[in-house]
């Protein structure tokens, strides 16, 4: 009898054979960049293939969480946390197409200096993708080895700051393949000017005074203006922000956020001339609105008015300039305009049962054809008013209104 494939043999020569060792060296990298990046090093224990596997890492992520020794001394773990990412980035070989650092929350050492040394780091190594979630307290400026990252296809920044003499307009500038930007947290003393036509996600978040966009193929586009605790209205904060130039520049976008006090920057004359710039693709609409008052309520009437696919509105609702007196807005706006024939679902957040945020409610359920639901968050509304408001005539037989 034949012994030699028996199968003792092959469970034994299974069994000797190092699978995992033997795995191409793009599969190793993928298991590593998905480890907590600590991990990821003390693979170098499992043999020799595997010493220096961690030092080749195409993506990498820096989290302050994954350091915490739990003896609550943050000072500690925060000196521990940057002496592994610079040790890291020293023995690390070969390019780093990914590099994401998230310390929101923690209070870290100097991480302004460490990031002008990181980022050198990374513009010499082919980086095509940037994350910087960083606490508010370590803000920091754009290191002006950024702008030498020409591969760079997506950014995101937290809590950076713009200054003269650093300017976002020359990062964009000089990374022609930049397809998304994202600005969380953001304080700018100066001018922001960003001209592309690569650009297709634009996020803008927190003090800025000015901003010019030429963005013309954009098909996502946040915005939100953020004023200082004791600033009142938009005009303290001297922000220039053209926003009628801004959406009537806007051709491809998808979906538009316009939240914080950003509404307050329309200009009159672009409600009275109101350009007929059709939005074919845009299907998602997220306002921060007043819907009592009438400068914001012509605005997103210009909106909904000119998407013609428009499927899903989100409102963010809110009192401000209530010395504005109340007007019959959207009563006055004829219920077969088909403002909202396409409209599937809507949010209404912080809903109080105003005049006019009834109004707009009544509006839309007696012209949205195939609405399916609209969500509402109350704040504290009588119980009369939540029957009244389940009540409604509705058009679409499927409208469901559930209230949050």
Known sequence: MDHEFSPAKTCKSVADEDIITNLP??????????????????????????????????????????FASGNGNEKDDACRFLKFTDMFLSLHNGPILKFGLNTQGIEMLSTGGHIYRWMLKLSRNGIKEIHLRTSVLDRYKIPSCFFSCDRLEHVYLRACILTRGNSLEDLVASCPNLEQLHLSKLISMNHINIHSTKLKMLTIEGHFQHLNLHTPYLT??????????????????????????????????????????????????????????????????????????????????????????????????????????????????????????????????????????????????????VLRKVKIRNKGLDRNVLKNLLKMRRTSKEAEIVIL
């Open 25 to 66: 060296e793009a599969l190793k990298d993928k298991i590593l960049c998905c480890l907590p990046i600590k991990y990821a090093v003390r693979t170098c224990l499992l043999s020799r293939s595997w010493r220096y596997t961690w030092a080749s890492m195409t993506e990498l992520m820096f989290r302050r969480s994954d």
């Open 220 to 369: 996502s586009a946040v915005i939100k203006l953020n004023l200082k605790p004791d600033t009142n209205d938009a005009l303290t904060a001297r922000c220039n922000f053209n926003l009628s130039q801004f959406i009537a520049s806007l051709s491809d976008v998808e979906n538009i956020r316009l939240h914080g006090r950003i509404l307050e920057c329309v200009e009159h004359e672009f409600l009275i001339r109101k350009p007929q710039k059709l939005f074919n693709r845009l299907t998602d609409i997220s306002l921060e609105i007043n819907l009592g008052n009438p400068k914001e309520a012509n605005l997103a009437l210009f909106l909904f008015s000119n998407a013609s696919d428009l499927r899903f509105i989100c409102l963010k609702l809110n009192s401000r300039n209530s010395v504005v007196p109340p007007v019959h807005f959207w009563e006055s706006i004829d219920s077969h305009v088909c403002l909202f024939q396409n409209v599937h679902a809507v949010g209404m957040i912080n809903f109080t049962g105003s005049f006019a945020e009834l109004g707009f409610l009544k509006l839309l359920l007696e012209d949205a054809p």
